[in-house]
């Protein structure tokens, strides 16, 4: 069986390959390499001793979609390809339309073109904007804070709609919560080249001198020690339920959605202490105020897709730090010699 895999050599998708690869799919990707390198191809075949075909292209771009379809018989598609920076999709909301529901939109006409009617989308906790309570469950309400997050909910729509206008599609949508970690090889990992938005790679930046100190955004949230709670997910946990629910949309028809989180939050605070403790580095921070739109906590119920794919995740925050510290370290030692 062959799988596409859109945006394969950005940081989910290229754990997610390594997974495919591992479980016998056969893997076509395509990127355009707006954040991430080619280099990630060599990696996924050195981790996996195994071939994998790659495009450099855009997934905006019709005419190359049709030539991969062409190319090769592709069974489904596992979709990651977009862009995900929630400050910059405020500061240009066109460019994530554009890029993050074009995108969706020109892979599933060439999808129904040639008959390839089974898709795994990429979605995120986000669409649940300012949770009512907690652990989220996948029925609860939806919301979009900022255009990033509309286009995920935008996606979801439009997956939807496809199956109810033709019953033949397998749609599974899967809602991440916070990916961390990086592949025990040190070989592929998060490697933002911008200053990061987000928590882990900001604290790797700073532990690796990087970057001088980390502001911690607030530390009078209702949560346990007052700073935000959020659940961090180890991103090899989160490749293998790729897997099980690309396992799960060859066999099916419908539209699925699931949680993927292991269900317990961890606060910023004890992120750091965390990753100082099993790493032992330091982790210089400073309490600043709060960012814009942040909210208290946020953690998956992830139940149903413990149920229906029997998936669950199995690694602790301790190897989450580690191994994001330890792909950090490599990567510099590579590219410094
Ligand atoms: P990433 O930026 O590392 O990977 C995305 C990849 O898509 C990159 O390699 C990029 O070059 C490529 N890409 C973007 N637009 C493209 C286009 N039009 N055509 C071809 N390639 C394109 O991000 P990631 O963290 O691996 O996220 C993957 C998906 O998961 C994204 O859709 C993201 O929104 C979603 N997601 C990520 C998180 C997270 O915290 N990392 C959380 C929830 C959801
Ligand atoms: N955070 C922080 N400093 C940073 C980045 C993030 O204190 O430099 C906090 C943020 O306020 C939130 C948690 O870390 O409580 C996770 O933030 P991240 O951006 O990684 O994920 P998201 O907010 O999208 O869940």
Request: hydrophobic residues 35%; contains cysteine.
């Amino acid at each position: 069986m062959k799988i596409l895999v859109t945006g394969g050599t950005g940081y989910i998708g290229s754990h997610t390959c390594v997974e495919l690869l591992e479980s016998g799919y056969e893997v076509v990707i395509v990127d355009n390499l707006c954040n991430s390198k080619e280099e990630v191809v060599d990696f996924i075949k050195e981790i996996t001793h195994k071939d994998v075909t790659f495009y450099k292209g855009d997934v905006c771009d019709k005419k190359l979609m049709q030539k991969i379809f062409k190319e090769n018989k592709i069974d489904a598609v596992i979709h990651f390809a977009g862009l995900k920076a929630v400050g910059e999709s405020v500061e240009m909301p066109l460019y994530y339309y554009r890029n993050n529901i074009g995108s969706t939109i020109t892979l599933c006409e060439v999808m129904n073109e040639y008959n390839c009617k089974k898709i795994v989308f990429s979605s995120s906790a986000t669409v649940y904007g300012s949770p009512h309570k907690l652990p989220i469950k996948e029925d609860f309400p939806l919301e979009a804070t900022n255009p990033y997050g509309r286009t995920k909910l935008y996606n979801e729509g439009i997956l939807n709609d496809l199956y109810v206008a033709d019953n033949n599609w397998s749609v599974a949508l899967l809602r991440y919560f916070n990916p961390i970690g990086a592949h025990p090889s040190g070989l592929i990992g998060e490697n933002p080249n911008d200053i990061p938005n987000n928590l882990m790679p900001y604290i790797v930046k700073v532990a690796t001198k990087e970057l001088e100190i980390l502001n911690i955004f607030g530390n009078d949230y209702n949560t346990k020690d007052g700073t935000g709670v959020r659940d961090y997910i180890h991103v090899v946990d989160l490749a293998k339920a790729h897997v099980k629910a690309i396992d799960e949309v060859l066999k099916t028809k419908g539209v699925d959605i699931y949680n993927l989180g292991t269900g317990h939050g961890y606060s910023v605070l004890e992120i750091v202490e965390t990753f100082k403790k099993v790493n032992k580095v330091d982790v210089p921070y400073q309490i600043v105020a709060r960012r814009a739109g942040d909210i208290d906590a946020c953690y998956a119920d992830a139940t149903y897709a413990k149920e229906k794919l029997h998936w669950e995740a199995t690694k602790e925050i301790e190897e989450m730090c580690q191994d994001s510290y330890n792909f950090a370290i490599k990567y510099k030692n590579k590219h410094n010699n």
